[in-house]
């Protein structure tokens, strides 16, 4: 079965870059959606295939994908950027289910 | 707006049924999958099982494969997760969330999900 891998965190100062990644093997050749999770909150859709981001979703967040691994970067972090992070792909290769990451929880220092 | 509005979770049983729902709103339906995920106290997404816009193809995780039952009624709006044999380990937040598109791909909206509590 297909395995996703994340940090399961990533500190990171106000004002700097965040970096999360996700690996899976030739990740590259799939489609690579991200999700936001706030506390006591459902997940939010901020990237999708790869590198597409949804109405609402600011420019500071942004995607790609590579190789074995994905990456989730968010550019000029904020305080209410912190959140678990979640990556997924769908997978048809050998039985039809969708595959989540761990979850990275990103903190803001 | 995309809206959904799970129904449903309580405190149930080992052993026992619930059947969830999810009102959708705000766009059609009847031309988008659907998923179900799960999370458990404490722990990541589990992604649970997804319909086709039209029903015609339904798959599960292998986590509740047999047990479970994903269904839809495009007339009402509405998705259904019938839940049998349930177990502790079924304890979890459940999200209905809208597919990127007809098939199954990605979650573009999800719920505030609905708590089921398997526990004697």
């Known amino acids: 079965s297909y395995v996703l891998t994340q940090p399961p965190s990533v500190s990171v100062a106000p004002g700097k870059t965040a970096r999360i990644t996700c690996g899976g093997n030739n990740i590259g050749s799939k489609s690579v959606h991200w999700y936001q999770q706030k506390p006591g909150q459902a997940p939010v859709l901020v990237i999708y295939y790869d590198s597409d981001r949804p109405s609402g979703i600011p420019e500071r967040f942004s995607g790609s994908n590579s190789g074995n691994t994905a990456t989730l970067t968010i550019s000029r972090v904020e305080a209410g950027d912190e959140a678990d992070y979640y990556c997924q792909v769908w997978d048809s290769s050998s039985d039809h289910r969708a595959v989540f990451g761990g979850g990275t929880k990103l903190t803001v220092l | 707006q995309v809206q959904l509005v799970e129904s449903g979770g309580g405190v149930v049983q080992p052993g026992r049924s619930l059947r969830l729902s999810c009102a959708a709103s705000g766009f059609t339906f009847s031309s988008y999958g659907m998923h179900w995920v799960r999370q458990a106290p404490g722990k990541g997404l589990e992604w649970v099982a997804v319909?086709?816009?039209?029903?015609?193809?339904?798959y599960y995780a292998d986590s509740v494969k047999g047990r479970f039952t994903i269904s839809r009624d495009n007339s009402k709006n509405t998705l259904y997760l019938q839940m049998n044999s349930l177990r502790a380990e079924d304890t979890a937040v459940y999200y209905c969330?809208?597919?990127?598109?007809?098939?199954?791909?990605?979650?573009?909206?999800w719920g505030q999900g609905t708590l089921v509590t398997v526990s004697s």
């Open positions: 319909i086709w816009y039209d029903g015609s193809n339904k």
């Open positions: 969330a809208r597919d990127l598109g007809r098939a199954a791909a990605g979650m573009f909206r």
